[in-house]
C-alpha cells in the first residue's frame, strides 16, 4: 500500500485539499494525520496570545535605524512620523515578536519526538480507544487480554489488576511513532483511562515531572484535557491517560499491580 507523502499530508492539514479517501482505508495514515492536526492545534493556541510591547518595537526601529545607510535614514524619518508609518512599524514589531517565539516552538513541536507531539499521539490513542467505530478488542478478562495482544503487537504486557470499583472494558491496538502498540481501556469510578504500553522511554517522550510514589517512579505530562502518568516496567512505557487528576492516575498504575 502506498502511504501518503508529506505534501499530500500538509495540503490536507491545512485543508487545501479535502481528506485523502486512502485515510479512511490506512490505519497509520490516519494516525499520522490526527497526530499532525493535533500539534497545528496546539501550535495555534500557544501562540494566539503573543503581541508584541512598546519596548519591543521600539528596538525593533532603533536596530532599524542602524542598521540603513546614513543617506536613507533622513528619508526614513520623513516617513515614520506619517500615521500609516507608525502603524506598519507596530505591525512588525508584532510579527518579530511572533517569529522570535514561534519559529523555535514550530520547530520543536514538529519534531516527531518532540514532548508535545509524544502527548498528542498519547491524547490520540486514549481519544480513539473511547470511539463506538473504534476496532475493539472486548473481554473483562485481564490475561485474555494480554494474550490477544501478544498475538497482535508481539510481546504480552504486564496484566492489570482489577478492584476498588475498576473494571477491564477491552483492549486496544494502536500506532504510536509508526510502530503497533497496545493500550487497556479500564473503567474507573472517575471516569474511563487508557492504559498505553510503549517502548520509548519517558525522556524520549518528553516527560520530565518525575516524582516517587510507593516505591516506584513515575513521569507526568498532560495534553489538552488529558493528564498522562508514565511507569517504566521490563523494557516499556506504562502510559496512564485520562480526563482524570494525575494523582488518581498515579494510583490506578500502582493499583493495577504493573511491575508486581
Known amino acids: 500500500m502506498t502511504h501518503l507523502t508529506d505534501e499530500q499530508f500538509e495540503d490536507a492539514v491545512e485543508g487545501r485539499v479535502p481528506e485523502p479517501e486512502h485515510v ?10 490526527a497526530e499532525q492536526r493535533a500539534v497545528r492545534r496546539r501550535l495555534r493556541s500557544s501562540f ?5 510591547g512598546d519596548a519591543l518595537a521600539q528596538e525593533v526601529r532603533r536596530s532599524t535605524r542602524q542598521s540603513q545607510p546614513a543617506a536613507s535614514r533622513g528619508r526614513r524619518h520623513l516617513l515614520s512620523t506619517h500615521p500609516v508609518s507608525r502603524v506598519a512599524w507596530a505591525a512588525l514589531a508584532a510579527a518579530a515578536a511572533v517569529l522570535v517565539f514561534a519559529v523555535p516552538a514550530m520547530i520543536y513541536l514538529m519534531t516527531p519526538d518532540s514532548a508535545a507531539a509524544a502527548s498528542a499521539e498519547l491524547a490520540r490513542i486514549h481519544t480513539d480507544n ?5 476496532e475493539f478488542y472486548s473481554d473483562a478478562d485481564p490475561a485474555r487480554l494480554a494474550e490477544y495482544l501478544k498475538t497482535r503487537v508481539g510481546f504480552e504486557p504486564a496484566t492489570p489488576r482489577m478492584g476498588q470499583g475498576m473494571a477491564m472494558r477491552g483492549c486496544c491496538v494502536a500506532h504510536f511513532k509508526g510502530k503497533a502498540v497496545g493500550s487497556y481501556v479500564v473503567d474507573t469510578p472517575r471516569g474511563p483511562i487508557s492504559v498505553i504500553v510503549v517502548p520509548q522511554t519517558p525522556g524520549q517522550l518528553g516527560m520530565d515531572q518525575e516524582f516517587q510514589s510507593g516505591g516506584k517512579t513515575f513521569w507526568a505530562d498532560t495534553f489538552a484535557a488529558n ?4 511507569v517504566r516496567i521490563g523494557g516499556y512505557s506504562y502510559c496512564a491517560v485520562g480526563e482524570v487528576p494525575q494523582d488518581l492516575l498515579t494510583s490506578i498504575l500502582l493499583d493495577l499491580g504493573l511491575g508486581n
Open 48 to 52: 494566539a496570545s503573543i503581541h508584541a
Open 227 to 230: 493528564n498522562m502518568v508514565t
Open 24 to 33: 479512511a482505508e490506512c490505519s497509520a495514515c490516519r494516525d499520522r494525520l
Open 130 to 134: 473511547l470511539r463506538a467505530d473504534h
